[in-house]
């Protein structure tokens, strides 16, 4: 195969390999302490000064009429008080883990209604509440959006990006605290970000090698609980030491994830494959089983040894063969079916193939 469809496969087929050998991790990179967490907060509310680009939704007149309401502005029932500056929008954040009243935090800020844009608009004060039906901060700002739409007379429009969605950092003030058990009991539970047996056990393991026995004990594939100070203080310094010790994470489960849009396929490396035949269209792929038995000379000592041997044989004839001895990774199947020019089409339907057959040693996930 020339260079030129060389090129073109590469373009279109990215093959990545994870690396065989595990790197130590800390543990505040691969855990989290149960109960720190964040907090979704949602709102509702009005934005104001668009230039022409509001909605015209019925609630957001209802909206504008309370609000004047509220300031002493009364609008009689029979006169209906639309604007085109003015856009109904949902607004939503996160509240961090024990933010402080007084702190701030940014908001997102999203049209409701049929506004073309909320460029230039900004947002009245809005409560933000929890899931609890609580008001946990009140938010208020000049959006900034980047989204840029214009429409001409004759009902052409030109867009860039989304108009109708804005933020505002630090927007909102954090009028409320949220409880967490961080500082109750006798005990915390770190949760792995990926359950893993393996890890979880490592994880008690290197805890307890540094701080005694029965400090930390695996609940399971996710959490690990670990006797802890009940003083809060004394607790950050505990929790400081031990998101800073390292360990070994396992290996993840092998997979091969196939994304059928974009032509792209990752590939694990421990993935591998048994003896099996496919045949796709013109493209016939063979994996067989091949073993050199090295015996010691007649006068010399030593032990009878059994290897595999791994070979790959292209046959350019109507069909395309390949052998491969037991164990063959993968990868090295893809470059065989590379250099006969196969599109990326087509190792997607080899390895579905190789799945359904049982050959293929691997999760197989289609995104």
Known sequence: MNSKVNRSLTMLLVTLLFSSAAM???????TSVA??????????????????????????????RNMLNNFGVAIP??????????????????????????????????????????????LLLAPLKGADGQIYAMGQGNLIVSGFGVEGRDGSRLSLNVPSVGR???GATVERTVPNAFAQGDSLTLNLNHADFTTSRRVSEEINSLLGMNTASAIDATSIRVRAPRDASQRVSFISVLENLEITPAKEVAKVIINSRTGTIIIGQDVRVSPVA?????????????LDVNQPNALGAGDTVITPRTGIEVDAGSGHMFEFAPGTSLQEIIEAVNQVGAAPGDLMAILEALKQAGALKAELIVI
């Open 24 to 30: 130590a991790e800390r543990i505040k990179d691969i």
């Open 168 to 170: 505002i950092p630090n």
């Open 278 to 290: 496919i045949t796709h269209g013109g493209l016939t792929v063979a994996i067989t089983e091949n």
């Open 35 to 64: 109960g720190v967490r964040n907090n979704q907060l949602v709102g509702y509310g009005l934005v104001v000064g668009l230039d022409g680009t509001g909605d015209k939704a019925s609630f957001t007149s209802q909206t504008f």
């Open 77 to 122: 029932s029979s006169v209906d008080p639309k604007s085109k500056n003015i856009a109904a929008v949902a607004i939503h954040a996160e509240l961090p883990p024990f933010s402080k009243p007084g702190q701030t935090i940014d908001l997102t800020v999203s049209s409701i209604g049929d506004s073309k844009s909320l460029r230039g608009g900004s």
